[in-house]
């Protein structure tokens, strides 16, 4: 597939929570997930077993030929208790992991923050963003100088809506609209995280954000009030501060503190853009009665509704297949931030199916996507890189083992892996593309 050029990267995403397990060795102090159990009765003491497999999981990435991975540092593996002492035996590990990394030629990419927050700290807490600066500066001095590439946050959208908003994922509280200072807390840790960051030298600085493109389910007012509402606080609450400085109309007042200097902060800037894309969301106005989305109970007040999208090919997670989505995000993002877009990174993308071995519907999944990012980049949005959501099968949050997500299989008895059909297609679209 041309469109791309050799430079561009090739690679895939996984988070510590999801894969690592060894949930207390070594030092690992417990966060907000610890003693949670998902819909399906499993939690992620195990994981995938990462920890003690890397690498393997490294030779992996080695066979698939990617340019870089995105991992998730563990932060109370580095601090157990969120903040004060530093666990050397922890950070030990990530030196492992990134040396392992560069001696297969693979560029790490982690993550500071993958929502596995430590359970002595709290994103209500306006002090959570200085020891999250904190945090960032600790690592930083350590793997700085074999780390190209940081992300500072992952999906602060989905951090407050589903953990603090709706109560789905953990610390599970159901805040509602009260979320919104969680929101701000996130976004002012990321901002201080990035002083952090460049305080040590790094100059490749990044955010990976969730965004969706909205369509308006119905043509009422209603509708397309509902539809506006959704897109502001899911995309613009929190991409437009990191980007322009400003919040939504609307939003700055309900934030806690300074605003206008935290915004100051807020906006630090990054040098690229991290989006994770899955699908587009069909929103409208409520009806009454309990409103739920992909399983997942929302309040009954809400003053939206999500629909789901007919006429698409769905994942096993319920979730509509749109390639075309990711190109009409990019191109309506570019369009929004003009100059103030740094270069995109797609962070994240995949789907989940039960495929054990020949998931030829995550091959059309993943080929049409990559088309949807180079038809963008051919209407001049500037993509630098591509990663897979996932390179193995994971444990995904309230949903635990049931959705795959991986280009490898897990075998969740023994954790055994075994590479998919789309690994070997991903492995072979590298090489193409770099041919
Ligand atoms: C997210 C998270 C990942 C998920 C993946 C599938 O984007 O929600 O970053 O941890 O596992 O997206 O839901």
């Known amino acids: 597939m041309s469109g791309f050029s050799p430079e561009f990267l090739w690679g895939v995403s996984t988070s510590a929570l999801q894969i690592e397990g060894a949930f207390d060795t070594d030092g690992r102090g417990p966060s907000v997930w610890d003693g949670h159990t998902a819909k399906d009765g499993t939690d992620a003491r195990v994981a995938t077993g990462h920890y003690d497999r890397y690498r393997e999981d490294v030779a992996l990435l080695a066979g698939l030929g990617v340019d870089a991975y995105r991992f998730s540092l ?18 030990d590990f990530y030196d492992r992991l990134v040396d392992e990394l560069a001696a297969h030629g693979i560029t790490p990419v982690p993550t500071l923050f993958h929502w596995d927050t430590p359970s002595t700290l709290s994103w209500q807490d306006r002090d959570t963003a200085d020891r999250f600066a ?19 946050i992952n999906e602060p959208a989905e951090v407050t809506l589903l953990g603090h908003a709706i109560g789905e994922h953990a610390p599970g509280l159901k805040l509602v609209f009260d979320a919104l200072p969680v929101a701000h807390h996130l976004l002012l840790g990321h901002g201080k995280a990035v002083r952090a960051l460049r305080a040590a030298g790094a100059d490749q ?3 990976a954000m969730s965004h969706t493109p909205v369509w308006t389910a119905g043509d009422t007012d209603e509708d ?12 613009h609450l929190f991409a437009d501060p990191v980007l322009t400085g400003r919040y939504p109309e609307g939003f700055a007042e309900a934030m806690p503190g300074p605003v206008d200097d935290d915004l100051a902060v807020i906006a630090s800037p990054v040098d690229w853009y991290g989006i994770n894309y899955y699908n587009p969301s069909l929103v409208g106005a409520p009806k009454p009665g309990e409103a739920s989305y992909a399983g997942i109970d929302l309040p009954p007040d809400l003053p939206f509704e999500l629909h789901d999208i007919p006429g698409y090919p769905h994942t096993a997670f319920d979730w509509p297949v749109v390639p075309d989505g990711l190109r009409e995000l990019l191109v309506s993002l570019r369009d929004r931030y003009g100059d103030r877009l740094p270069p995109v990174v797609i ?40 990663f897979v959501w996932s ?14 997500f991986g280009l490898v299989h897990v075998d969740y008895d023994t954790l055994k892996r075994t590479p998919k059909a789309s690994y070997a297609w991903y492995r072979d679209h590298i090489r193409a593309a770099k041919a």
Do not use: K
């Open 74 to 91: 563990s932060w109370t593996r580095v601090q157990p208790s969120g903040t004060g002492a530093v666990n050397q035996r922890g950070l």
């Open 134 to 152: 904190e945090y960032a500066a600790i690592v930083a001095d350590r793997l700085g100088d074999r780390v190209p590439r940081w992300i500072t």
């Open 205 to 207: 600085i990044g955010v």
């Open 224 to 235: 397309r009030f509902a539809a506006d509402l959704y897109d502001g606080i899911m995309n």
């Open 347 to 386: 962070t994240e993308n995949g789907c989940s199916y039960d495929d054990p071995v020949d998931d030829t519907r995550r091959i059309e999944y993943l080929d049409g996507h990559i088309r949807a990012v180079a038809a963008a980049m051919s209407e001049g949005v500037d993509v630098r890189g591509y």
């Open 391 to 404: 390179l193995l099968d994971n444990w995904e949050w309230a949903e635990g083992f049931r959705q795959r």
